[in-house]
């Protein structure tokens, strides 16, 4: 598609649930980033893709989150026994990283609300 | 460590004037975007500098970068009430693997 495509729009889960986020890139970009947005200013890179490779993993929590781009699936950020603090906006961003240019485009992002 | 820090954090103009907004960074930089994020939407991409790059402009849209002082600054003239937004400086350090180190951010409330 012509834009960055997250699903769902808004999620609430109680703590301790599972969450899963997805997000479809633009057709024929190769590179994912997935950021984490907190009370509606501080922006934290969480994890990028190459393809189904994972780039950057270095922003990643140690536990609990995980991510996958999978062939011909949307890629995918699970937060498993979710907390309080995961309470964000995910954001998934894709480039076609081309003429040494890393200009992201961002989707609408997924609203997480832990209770 | 957040790398960008933006002044002012909160600016109110009226319809017609200019408003600008500055960013600092700490490391080395190959580019510096700038985004306009809408309340409860997404980043809209406005416009790249590249570390070689002084000044660059895009409609009423004026990017400086001076790496010397690691600082940029985004001017947007005329301003209109559409322009509402809160704006975000980003970095692609030196180095690194394409993540964008994003400012803290500018809330611009323009009034008609």
């Known amino acids: 598609g012509e834009e960055v495509a997250q699903t769902p729009k808004h999620l609430v889960r109680g703590e301790g649930q599972k969450a899963k986020l997805y997000c479809a890139p633009i057709k024929g970009h190769s590179y994912v980033f997935w950021y984490q947005q907190v009370l509606k200013n501080e922006f934290k890179f969480l994890i990028s893709?190459?393809?189904?490779?994972?780039?950057?993993e270095t922003g990643m929590p140690k536990e609990r989150f995980s991510a996958k781009c999978l062939p011909n699936s949307p890629c995918s950020l699970e937060i498993q026994a979710t907390k309080l603090e995961d309470s964000a906006v995910y954001f998934c961003?894709?480039?076609?990283?081309?003429?040494?240019?890393?200009?992201?485009?961002f989707g609408p992002g997924t609203r997480l609300t832990v209770l | 460590s957040q790398q960008g820090e933006e002044d002012p954090q909160a600016l109110s103009i009226q319809e017609g004037e200019n408003a600008t907004m500055n960013c600092s960074y700490k490391?080395?930089?190959?580019?510096l975007q700038w985004y306009r994020q809408n309340s409860g939407r997404g980043l809209v991409h406005l416009i790249l500098?590249?570390?070689?790059?002084r000044e660059k402009h895009s409609g009423r849209l004026r990017v400086t970068l001076d790496t010397s002082k690691k600082s940029s600054s985004l001017l947007i003239t005329a301003s209109r009430a559409a322009d509402t937004a809160s704006y975000f400086c980003a970095t692609d350090a030196m180095g690194n693997t394409d993540k964008l180190i994003f400012g803290t951010g500018t809330r611009l409330q323009v009034f008609p």
């Open positions: 961003a894709s480039s076609p990283r081309t003429s040494g240019s890393n200009e992201q485009f």
């Open positions: 893709f190459q393809n189904e490779n994972v780039f950057d």
């Open positions: 490391t080395s930089i190959n580019n």
């Open positions: 500098i590249r570390s070689n790059e």
